[in-house]
């Protein structure tokens, strides 16, 4: 498996434009983890799913911010419109189920770095 | 809220030296993990240690865990340049949790 797909890796967007961040998960994973990093504040977790349903989305923070997860195999996050606070670095995760359910680990893409001019 | 919180915020040894991180967390965990983040790049997972865990060896590394302290450290031995990085503690509560991630560490290892 290649891993954690994220796409793209860079993104420079105008305030107020719509950005699209896209995620392919390890297949067979379970769940979907969308993370912010930023000095300021370190690694957020904005929302995840379980088998495609989003679970805890309590780290969205404005109605600005949207994910889906349409498939097993495919995640976007979307900020609508986009302003130059929104600038980070976005991460995708995924995780699934090993021989013990208890012991699992995040597996993270490259990331994508977002900024907002 | 952050569970996690690691401590120092940044550390910087010598080639061969010892590194030590420690991180603390606040409520009850099924499992604490350590991960590594590159420059630019996305975290990479290093190792995990369950709560009725006390001490977990994976090469060079070392993890102990104190769940009445809610602590955690991380040593790394004989520190290689290629060592520095960010490190972070995550914890899960229980299974169908999120990762919970500290604030990390930087490490710099001098040659």
């Known amino acids: 498996d290649a891993g954690v797909i994220q796409s793209p890796r860079h993104e420079v967007t105008e305030m107020g434009q719509e950005v699209t961040l896209r995620c392919k998960p390890i297949?067979?994973?379970?769940?979907l983890f969308w993370y912010r990093q930023t000095m300021m504040r370190g690694l957020e977790l904005l929302i995840y799913f379980n088998n495609n349903v989003p679970i805890d989305d309590s780290g969205m923070p404005e109605d600005r911010f949207s994910a889906k997860m349409p498939n097993a195999s495919f995640s976007t996050l979307k900020i609508q419109p986009s302003e130059p606070r929104d600038s980070a670095v976005y991460f995708c995760a995924s995780s699934g189920q090993e021989e013990s359910v208890t012991d699992t680990e995040a597996f993270f893409g490259q990331g994508t770095r977002l900024t907002v001019v | 809220s952050q569970q996690g919180e690691e401590d120092p915020q940044a550390l910087s040894i010598q080639e061969g030296e010892n590194a030590t991180m420690n991180c603390s967390y606040k409520?009850?965990?099924?499992?604490l993990q350590w991960y590594r983040q590159n420059s630019g790049r996305g975290l990479v997972h290093l190792i995990l240690?369950?709560?009725?865990?006390r001490e977990k060896h994976s090469g060079r590394l070392r993890v102990t865990l104190d769940t009445s302290k809610k602590s955690s450290s991380l040593l790394i031995t004989a520190s290689r340049a290629a060592d520095t990085a960010s490190y972070f503690c995550a914890t899960v509560r229980s299974y169908g949790q999120n990762f919970v991630f500290g604030p990390g560490t930087r490490l710099s290892v001098l040659p």
């Open positions: 240690i369950r709560s009725n865990e």
């Open positions: 409520t009850s965990i099924n499992n």
């Open positions: 297949s067979g994973h379970d769940y």
